[in-house]
T-cell receptor, first 118, second 115 residues
Framework: AQTVTQSQPEMSVQEAETVTLSCTYD???????LFWYKQPPSRQMILVIR??????QNATENRFSVNFQKAAKSFSLKISDSQLGDAAMYFC???????????????FGKGTHLIIQP | DTGVSQDPRHKITKRGQNVTFRCDPI?????LYWYRQTLGQGPEFLTY????????KSRLLSDRFSAERPKGSFSTLEIQRTEQGDSAMYLC?????????????FGPGTRLTVT
């Protein structure tokens, strides 16, 4: 079974600064997908960024980018120019490339609470 | 795109009672997922449907949990004989099979409190 570990329960950053959230995962599969989801307080979870394991190029979405190190099984999220609206819980998630059965569900880490200091 | 909706948003029940939650996915989405999120944890995958077929249910936490999606549209998650340990947020998500794949859209969740 796959596991996802987020070792930072809480991170704090000054507005407009850059912050990196860490995620490691354990899998024996070679093809899979990794995600970062954002869960603002009392609001629904939304997808921030996605990375396909077969792609060497790191994904980027505006101020959000990832550092995907497949050999190290590491998938960190960098948020540049942090804004007050970035304050939320951030979850790293894994999905197998195999279809069917439990592989279609996401495996989440415990999350990192990101605080933005004005 | 009206988003995924869940009803009720909050449910308080006494131990031993049965509860049922409803999820309405985005209209064209054929896949629907249920997750449970306890305090301080990430969501935990429970089950999912493709249209009306339940393709995975071994992750349901016990035989007290069941889910249905009778016409391939909305889904219900039922917990029978609730226990205090069932207190959690129950999240529903939907997606569409195809390209781009795998993006799951989450609903706001139903928060269950068992007293």
């Amino acid at each position: 079974a796959q596991t996802v570990t987020q070792s930072q329960p809480e991170m704090s950053v000054q507005e407009a600064e850059t912050v990196t959230l860490s995620c490691t995962y354990d899998t024996s599969e070679s093809d899979y997908y990794l995600f970062w989801y954002k869960q603002p307080p009392s609001r629904q979870m939304i997808l921030v960024i996605r990375q396909e394991a077969y792609k060497q190029q790191n994904a980027t979405e505006n101020r959000f980018s990832v550092n995907f190190q497949k050999a190290a099984k590491s998938f960190s999220l960098k948020i540049s120019d942090s804004q007050l609206g970035d304050a939320a819980m951030y979850f790293c998630a894994y999905r197998s490339d195999y279809s069917g059965g439990g592989a279609d569900g996401l495996t989440f880490g415990k999350g990192t609470h990101l605080i933005i200091q004005p | 795109d009206t988003g995924v909706s869940q009803d009720p948003r909050h449910k308080i029940t006494k131990r031993g009672q049965n509860v049922t939650f409803r999820c309405d996915p985005i209209s064209e989405h054929n896949r629907l997922y249920w997750y449970r999120q306890t305090l301080g944890q990430g969501p935990e995958f429970l089950t999912y449907f493709q249209n009306e077929a339940q393709l995975e249910k071994s992750r349901l936490l016990s035989d007290r949990f069941s889910a249905e999606r009778p016409k391939g549209s909305f889904s219900t998650l039922e917990i029978q004989r609730t226990e205090q340990g069932d207190s959690a947020m129950y999240l529903c998500a939907s997606s569409i099979q195809g390209v781009p794949v795998l993006k799951q859209y989450f609903g706001p969740g139903t928060r269950l409190t068992v007293t």
